[in-house]
């Protein structure tokens, strides 16, 4: 941390020095007014925060720092009562239904810009009201057209997901949303891997109970769902044999024979149907509410056809059913309901390729192989039982401690690590250092509801004033991607085309004075 803050205090003096090279435009007389701004965030971003300030005073607005308790902050931004906030949001779909839309369609959950454009929702609406691939791209290709020159946010960037391993661990690949999958990693000497999680604990090992990528890490070593995705992204069968459109509100899914739970009971439709009820059914988890069911969007219905077949109904057309549907993974509904909720997520039966054993949410989960799998898609070679006979999820929020313990092998996998120590890794021919685009966009969101945010010139001043890639290359390394919108290059739809905008503080200093504002 140390390091970052030296950088940004480099970037600091640079941006000193430019205020001080940046040619002025000639006095507006009394019908400017000075812009002052304060630049809310969390801590963990307040470095960040401070070089935007400094590149906001280069230009002539007087801009100031709070930090905050995200809690706090995001009440006075619901409460429409905060100027500009650094934030971010993450993807849970690879496709922009979960992340342009409620961060940016007209009033919806997670809009904290105030941002409202007819012509953006519409193009929305329809990336999402049809199933052809081509229609939905040029719909968002269309969104982000729109977008870009309305500027509601500061435009900032994704960060690669970065995570480390020892140089024996065989056919490991980090995926793009962080969550890491053991079946196919191997050692060269050995039977058990140890995972250190960049997390200081769990909310449940209950598939249908949590939100966070921590917990679905360790649970998706031991459920499986109807279907699963590719590191880089793609839909491919897990526990379902086939599937099919009946219409574009009803799909027909065909289940494998001689999938078994850990406990060696033999998973049917009742399973899945049951699975699905407990996330979308209001109360149905002894009368609390899956915090998961936002996530199947407009799924009404998940109806037994026959012991191996289950129908799938839609209240509206919901083109990414198949990205949902990852989010949901097969509990075995007998033992569940004679254990209970609370008892199951203390004791989980799964089907996935490993069982498991015992642990601790703050400490460590230790899972053994499954040797009854299935085998898992087939899409995913090697399809078999897991090449480890033990896997151990440790919790090591610190990232030092993570990266000590990885160079003493104490642990064999590290999630999450920070860029400053990626580079020095890297260089360790004891290790290997492998990234993934990432599915999560940070940013700066404007309230476009009131002054002085509420005139677009005033955004695309200060999206002009700010030089991203002077910040990240200072804090990140090189570990991010600049974004030209609020859409992802990991996500569908994405326009490579257009590009961030530029760092032009003469620019900026122009719109300013257009929009009235004049220098200190």
């Not at 993807?91 to 454009?117: E, H, I, M, W």
């Not at 960049?198 to 949590?210: C, E, F, I, R, W």
């Not at 030089?467 to 290359?473: H, N, P, R, V």
């Not at 992802?488 to 257009?498: I, R």
Request: hydrophobic share 40%.
């Amino acid at each position: 941390m140390q390091m970052r803050y030296r950088w940004v205090t480099a970037i600091s003096i640079c941006v000193l020095l430019l205020c001080m090279a940046i040619p002025r435009p000639a006095a507006g007389g009394d019908s400017t007014k000075a812009l002052s701004v304060i630049v809310d965030t969390i801590a963990d971003r307040s470095d960040e925060a401070q070089a935007i300030a400094e590149y906001l005073r280069a230009v002539g607005v007087s801009a100031e720092v709070r930090v905050w308790e995200w809690s706090a902050l995001k009440e006075r931004i619901l409460a429409g009562e905060r100027q500009m906030y650094l934030t971010d949001w993450g993807s849970a779909y690879f496709d922009p239904f979960d992340l342009a839309v409620p961060k940016l369609k007209t009033g919806d959950r997670g809009n904290y810009s105030f941002y409202s454009n007819p012509r953006f929702d519409a193009a929305l609406d329809t990336a999402l009201a049809v199933r052809d691939h081509e229609a939905r791209r040029r719909a968002y290709f269309e969104a982000q057209k729109i977008l870009r020159p309305d500027a509601p946010w500061v435009f900032g960037y994704s960060l690669r997901e970065t995570e480390a391993a020892r140089a024996d661990v065989l056919d490991w690949q980090p995926s793009m949303d962080s969550r890491m999958n053991l079946h196919d990693v191997g050692l060269k000497r050995g039977d058990t891997i140890v995972v250190g999680m960049a997390a200081d604990g769990m909310l449940t090992l209950d598939p249908a109970a949590y939100r966070d990528r921590a917990t679905e890490t360790v649970i998706r070593n031991m459920f499986d769902g109807l279907v699963t995705r590719t590191v880089d992204g793609r839909i491919v069968p897990e526990i379902a044999e086939s599937w099919s459109a009946v219409s574009d509100t009803e799909y027909i899914f065909r289940i494998r024979r001689g999938v078994k739970f850990h406990n060696g009971d033999a998973l049917t439709a009742d399973d899945v149907v049951f699975s699905f009820d407990r996330v979308i059914r209001d109360g149905a988890m002894g009368g609390r509410t899956s915090p998961r069911k936002g996530l199947l969007g407009p799924l009404a219905a998940v109806e037994k056809v026959d012991s191996h077949t289950i129908k799938v109904r839609l209240s509206s057309p919901f083109p990414v059913l198949l990205q949902a549907m990852v989010h949901v993974q097969i509990v075995p509904r007998d033992y569940l309901m004679r254990v209970g909720d609370d008892a199951f997520a203390r004791k989980p039966v799964g089907c996935g390729p490993f069982r498991f054993v015992e642990g601790r949410l703050d400490d460590k989960v230790v899972m053994e192989r499954f040797d009854g799998y299935y085998g898992g898609s087939p899409d995913l070679p090697p399809v078999g039982s897991a090449r480890v006979t033990r896997a151990i999820f440790r919790m090591m929020p610190d990232p030092t401690v993570r990266v000590a313990a990885l160079k003493t092998g104490e642990v064999h996998i590290i999630q999450t690590v920070p860029a400053h120590l990626a580079s020095s890794l890297a260089r360790d021919r004891n290790l290997q250092v492998k990234s993934a685009e990432g599915t999560r966009v940070y940013c700066i969101e404007m309230n476009c509801a009131r002054p002085p945010f509420d005139d677009v010139r005033v955004r695309v001043a200060v999206n002009h004033a700010i030089d991203w890639d002077a910040i990240l290359t200072a804090i990140y390394l090189g570990s991010a991607t600049r974004l030209a919108t609020a859409f992802l290059p990991s996500g569908f739809g994405y326009d490579a085309e257009l590009a961030p905008y530029s760092y032009d503080p003469n620019k900026a200093r122009a719109l300013l004075a257009e929009a009235g504002y004049g220098g200190r």
